[in-house]
């Protein structure tokens, strides 16, 4: 059983294939002793389950804005206002237009917005959605407003062939996340 530390990090799940490695940096940061809450946009259901999370962090997954927990209390305004670090992975195109535009149409949009730690995104998407002046763009929005961004890396796309914009590794996700909440 992993030894509590006292540190709070909320995983934002944006939905792309990559989903499936925020269950590992789940369960590796729960094992580490921080507490894990992990908000998900709409579409990352297409690819990961809720349950998934659950499980592996021992809450439920944020699904909306109006959600409540089994005690009363509103999740996306305790993760927002506890949290030590946010992490949104996989950063999609998508994700990162409507963090850039100051979007909040879901609880992974909306979190951006309320919390008051430090964000790591990581972007996920092939090499030619990264390219794109639009995506390039919004990157520069999120780094001009102090988000880290951490990737893509160069490696095997879901399309079958190598190039940028493969979503770092959970263990590069996971060493970042530990230095960020200074327990690395």
Same mark, same amino acid.
């Given at each position: ?14 939905? /792309?294939? @990559?989903?499936?490695? $925020? &269950?590992? *940096? !789940? ?6 002793? %921080? ?66 535009? /100051?979007? @909040?149409?879901?609880? $992974? &949009?909306? *979190? !951006? ?6 964000? %790591? ?64």
């Amino acid at each position: 059983m992993a030894v509590t530390v006292n540190k709070r990090a909320v995983l934002g799940v944006g939905g /792309g294939i @990559a989903a499936y490695k $925020v &269950a590992f *940096l !789940a369960s590796r940061l729960v094992q580490s002793g %921080v507490s894990v809450r992990v908000a998900m946009t709409p579409s990352s259901l297409n690819f990961i389950g809720a349950v998934t999370f659950a499980g592996l962090t021992g809450s439920q997954p944020i699904l909306s804005s109006t959600q409540v927990d089994h005690n009363g209390s509103v999740p996306h305004i305790d993760a927002a206002q506890n949290a030590d670090v946010y992490c949104i992975a996989p950063a999609t195109a998508g994700v990162l237009a409507q963090l850039a535009s /100051g979007a @909040a149409d879901d609880p $992974v &949009a909306l *979190l !951006a917005l309320t919390v008051k730690c430090p964000i %790591v995104v990581c972007p996920a998407m092939n090499d030619a959605m990264w390219h794109a002046p639009a995506v390039q763009a919004n990157i520069e929005t999120l780094k001009s407003r102090g988000v880290e961004v951490l990737g893509p890396a160069t490696g095997h796309l879901a399309e079958g062939y190598d190039a940028i914009g493969r979503m770092v590794e959970p263990e590069a996700m996971l060493e970042r996340l530990l230095q960020v909440m200074q327990l690395a």
